[in-house]
């Protein structure tokens, strides 16, 4: 692991005077929607490798509400920092964009009622990735996750709760910050069929902590595999580097409080933690 930090330090060093660091650019590629996605074209995907040959455990990203993308048009800072992350511990990683086939650019500022693309509508794009995945020589197969960021974490927790009739799923599965506030008043039908990790802030004012708290707990009681990480004074987008004060976004319609906006905050040190966390309960279920 050091020695690949060392040689990706020098790489952009080298890069740095020509094109700004380019060599650890992830590969941009089309995932055919195999019949699963609704998506009416291909859909655009990013896939950062490890190094090594032979076959790697693979995880799978879906993005939130916001899109793939920052505001520059580039490759979000989240997105880009847990894809290298976690392909410098050996996954394959996957980033997903589910809106730009689609002609989306974001759905953060459009109330939950009124969005064209819902959580489960793209559950199909999570099991259109698994297939792209499965047809590549450098990733084991049953070795694979799905991991989602608030709207992404939403497809995860209705990915993981729907295995499909034919095939095998994925193999385990982390959401952050996902709403858990309808699929809590129906914990009796909430269902993983593969160990499920949520991590979250407790003063998360878009999609609180108390209904995934309350649908963890229910789960657990069955002796199904969810268990729950919450983090104290803690916001939504707690693990985004592009985030870098604390602010209410007035423009999001939804929320706890709907019409009063949301609050977004960093916090470096829980953002480290669930990195960790990440890692560690994917060694473990990715056995």
């Known amino acids: 692991m050091e020695k690949r930090n ?26 055919q929607t195999a019949n699963l996605s609704s998506s009416p074209a291909p859909l655009k995907g990013f896939l950062f490798k490890p190094e090594g040959n032979g076959r790697h455990p693979a995880v799978i990203m ?14 979000g800072d989240r997105h880009r920092m847990w894809g290298e992350y976690l392909a410098a511990h050996g996954y394959v990683v996957l980033l997903l964009d589910s809106f730009s086939s689609r002609g989306i650019v974001q759905l953060c500022t459009t109330r939950f009622a009124e969005r064209p693309l819902k959580e489960s509508d793209r559950v199909g794009d999570a099991y259109a990735a698994l297939a792209y995945l499965r047809e590549r020589a ?33 193999s385990a599965a982390v959401a952050f910050y996902p709403g858990c506030s309808a699929r809590n008043k129906r914990a009796d039908r909430f269902h993983p069929y593969a160990p499920l990790l949520v991590l979250i802030g407790e003063a998360d004012d878009w999609t609180p902590a108390l209904p995934c708290k309350q649908l963890t707990a229910a789960v657990a009681a ?10 104290p004074g803690t916001y939504h987008d707690f693990d985004n580097p ?27 040190e829980a953002r480290e933690d669930a990195k960790k ?11």
């Open 222 to 231: 069955r002796g199904e595999a969810m268990r729950i990480v919450t983090y």
């Open 242 to 268: 592009a985030v870098m004060s604390k602010h209410v976004r007035t423009e999001v319609p939804n929320g706890v409080n709907p019409g009063l906006g949301v609050t977004v905050a960093p916090n470096p």
């Open 6 to 31: 060392l040689r990706i330090l020098i790489l952009c060093f080298a890069a740095a005077f020509v094109s700004g660091c380019q060599a650890i650019a992830p590969e941009q590629l089309a995932v």
């Open 62 to 75: 879906m993005h939130g509400c916001g899109g793939a993308y920052a505001s520059s048009g580039k490759l």
């Open 138 to 170: 450098d990733v084991d197969t049953k070795r694979v996750a799905l991991l989602g960021w608030s709207h992404g974490a939403g497809v995860t927790l209705d990915a993981i709760t729907h295995k499909p009739e034919e095939g095998v799923g994925f």
């Open 277 to 287: 966390r990440v890692l560690a309960f994917l060694a473990k279920t990715l056995q």
